[in-house]
């Protein structure tokens, strides 16, 4: 079964950190741009982070850079979202997906734009004192 699984998300105070998990199965990672995206309540979702493929581009939202750092483990074919710093704002459901599009893996402002080849069913992150 091809699919995505996030995992680590949870309660955390403001200041506090958390690194979410992206593991796919089924497919390798090695061939796909992953990016994590955020929704909350009442609010479109949000594009926060991009790695490429080969995992040498990598982009963030304006609204997260300098705080969240995504990587890659290809032998466990998993992405990582570190999430430090974290805000009452980036409370939300945060998923990961994976695209294969031409263009995708310049992990440009873009990316967020295109059509992704698997979703994962989201993990939670609550940001309160």
């Known amino acids: 079964q091809l699919q995505l699984v996030e995992s680590g998300g949870g309660l955390v105070q403001p200041g506090g950190s958390l690194r979410l998990s992206c593991a796919a199965s089924?497919?390798?990672?090695?061939?796909?741009?992953i990016s994590w995206f955020r929704q909350a309540p009442g609010k479109e979702r949000e594009g926060v982070s991009c790695?490429?493929?080969?995992?040498?581009?990598?982009n963030y939202a304006d609204s997260v850079k300098g705080r969240f750092t995504i990587s890659k483990d290809n032998a466990k074919n998993t992405v990582y979202l570190q999430m430090d710093s974290l805000k009452f704002e980036d409370t939300a459901n945060y998923y990961c997906?994976?695209?294969?599009?031409?263009?995708?893996?310049?992990?440009?402002?873009?990316?967020?734009?295109?059509?992704?080849?698997?979703w994962g069913q989201g993990t939670q992150v609550t940001v309160s004192s």
């Open positions: 997906a994976a695209g294969s599009r031409r263009g995708m893996s310049r992990c440009d402002s873009y990316v967020y734009l295109y059509e992704y080849d698997y």
């Open positions: 089924g497919f390798t990672l090695n061939y796909y741009t």
């Open positions: 790695i490429s493929a080969s995992g040498s581009s990598t």
